[in-house]
DNA sequence: ACGTTGAGTACGACGGCGGTT
DNA sequence: GAACCGCCGTCGTACTCAACG
């Protein structure tokens, strides 16, 4: 019991738990006005205050480890210098690049940022509704000042119907209409890159693992692989393109799709897979059909990551500025928030192909 | 230009963008007081309201599209239902797992994550105090109402300090003398198990690439190859035993450093690494020095994830139930930011050995 | 009339208390 | 005399305005 911190007294323990110092404390303390102490505290240009005063201020804010209050200074000032950040998930590298480019920039502007993983919130049957109440939870009920929506998980009809009730929303690699604020980066000229590295290697069947055409990230991916073959004046067999999620799972079962629908004559000799995962799980189809890489099929990812360097074999890749991506995103969300305009952004930054062994010529013959 | 918010003048846009519906928006349109309203809102069970009245209420909060300001509810009420989480990195996949968990947890009760990554924070030169600030924000000034740490990152004052200061807190894989709260696992008792693996298989040299001794949770793992090698009476070579980073990189330097150490007949033929991660750096470490892996060295892997079955060989590891460790985490956090007593917990879960191709007996002879 | 400072109120919701029916 | 419901103070800070010297 007389465990410690009483300020004294006999027993009478009075303020079991100590109470943090307010502003009113401080200014007591200081003997002035508590309004007088915020001038000092946040150091208001505006406004002189006397030398000694300020003295007088800071040493009783010092003593009672005063620390303003975050709720109190949002509830006044409406904003949180809080972002919200909602991710599909994190098991996709690529996204972890992204967040990591964020909180670097938040960080630097003394921002927190508030993540929500998607597939964590939909697991369970969640109407859109509820999803949408969710997600509107975090930046409607003044808990953020903004959104950053990474990537394609939202519905086009969520994000528009967030967007309409006045949400300062980013989308990352993602754009809709009507939706001003996106980051991007050329998804198109990256897959370019990638099929191109395969038609140089002498490859003119090449399937295409991607994810849908749900989104335009998505559809820009795919158009960038239709381009190449087109002005190599190849074909695309429709039986080499094949949809999946993107991820180890999904990149499975395309592959073996791949594998198996098309005549063996008639298989391609390269896949190019959109996303890092479904390249993994592309080299493990490829494994269990008993198919050498890159002797009898060479593979390109889409995203790179230090893992690409440990699979069997390591995995050729196409980087992308990710970590930039996130750090513009947070940036054009501060924007937003301040009520700024912001724009369709396509992030500099190189996009490169990082060969390595999954790739190589057609197996002549 | 008379585009939007301007502040000014003469065209008079009064309210250019429409303030969110208050509860005294509400109240006024339904013709009664705004603590009706709350009441109503809050289905608060201890009042009694008249059907009729609880009707036109809900409908002008329908009209109204009205949404309580979480903000100011905070002020009130004192809780944010918001909780902070620390991770050092999420390039580790087992704190991803770990945050999954505390994420699915959060969702079912209604809060939200405010996620720090610490080595993003951390890059760049900022003093112990400076981070400390930082992570004082997230609940001192009434953002979150507690800190989940997750693993080692924070040194241990920083983490007495925060406890001192009154911050509910949970820390997750380690523990600390004179913080109560935390939830583990049975470190000692995975390492084991991994080591008893190379033993069945007659390995008597085993090496051991951990990460210092910092933390507990390090302190554990190797104490649990020390066991395991003791209780099978066999010696540790101190040239066997080395200790980096638990990241690629580290597991990488760590095994060139094991296989240059020793003289060729004293090098190990098996090598349990702490993390999965270290592991991978340990295969590529070995590949690099042109060790056959498992024929002339076998490895094993704390912590399990998809991306052990895709390594060159597959990794042998040992699964820990990081999921319900977070789950428990955040369970335990919202009990202490209920001022409600918390303990040191072992989360129950499996702990298994995952068999995969980086193990095999020693080469004879 | 100038630099300093205090008084007062708004931010939006909650909740105790007391007054009506 | 319960059942309903309104009044008002409170949470901690920011900021306008006026008053002080």
């Not at 000092?40 to 000694?52: H, M, N, T």
């Not at 939870?137 to 969520?158: K, P, Q, S, Y």
């Not at 190449?228 to 499975?252: E, H, K, Y």
């Amino acid at each position: 019991m007389a465990d410690g911190r009483s300020t004294d007294g006999r027993v009478a323990d009075v303020e079991p738990v100590r109470r943090a110092a307010t502003l009113k404390d401080v200014a007591r303390l200081a003997g002035v006005d508590a309004s007088t102490v915020s001038r000092v505290l946040r150091a208001d240009p505006s406004q002189g205050v006397r030398d000694a005063t300020r003295e007088r201020i800071l040493d009783a804010a010092r003593v009672l480890n005063y620390r303003a209050n975050a709720v109190a200074q949002s509830l006044r000032t409406r904003r949180t210098d809080t972002f919200a950040v909602i991710v599909p998930t994190l098991d996709n590298p690529g996204f972890v690049e992204v967040i990591r480019g964020i909180q670097a920039e938040a960080a630097a502007a003394g921002k927190l940022v508030l993540l929500v993983e998607a597939d964590v919130i939909a697991s369970g049957d969640l109407s859109l509704a509820r999803r949408e109440e969710l997600f509107a939870r975090l930046v409607l009920d003044g808990r953020a000042d903004a959104l950053i929506a990474a990537f394609a998980t939202l519905e086009d009809r969520l994000v528009a119907r967030l967007s309409d009730r006045g949400v300062p929303l980013v989308l990352v690699n993602r754009r809709q209409p009507g939706i001003p604020g996106s980051v991007a980066v050329d998804d198109a000229h990256a897959a370019q890159l990638a099929v191109r590295h395969l038609l140089d290697l002498g490859h003119t069947r090449i399937g295409f693992v991607g994810f849908g055409d749900r989104t335009d990230t998505a559809r820009r991916r795919e158009q960038g692989y239709r381009d190449a073959m087109a002005s190599a004046q190849l074909a695309v067999d429709a039986r080499w393109t094949v949809s999946r999620d993107p991820s180890r799972q999904g990149g499975l079962e395309a592959t073996a799709e791949i594998l198996s629908a098309a005549p063996p004559d008639a298989v391609p000799t390269a896949i190019f897979c959109v996303s890092l995962l479904s390249a993994i799980g592309a080299l493990a189809a490829l494994r269990e059909h008993g198919v050498a890489v890159p002797r009898q099929m060479s593979v390109v990812a889409f995203n790179d990551h230090e893992i690409a360097n440990d699979t069997a074999p390591p995995l050729t890749t196409v980087r992308l500025p990710n970590l930039e991506m996130g750090r513009e995103a947070m940036r054009m969300a501060m924007r937003a928030a301040d009520g700024l305009s912001v724009a369709q952004t396509i992030v500099e930054g190189p996009i490169e192909l990082v060969p390595r062994a999954s790739t190589a010529a057609p197996a002549s013959g």
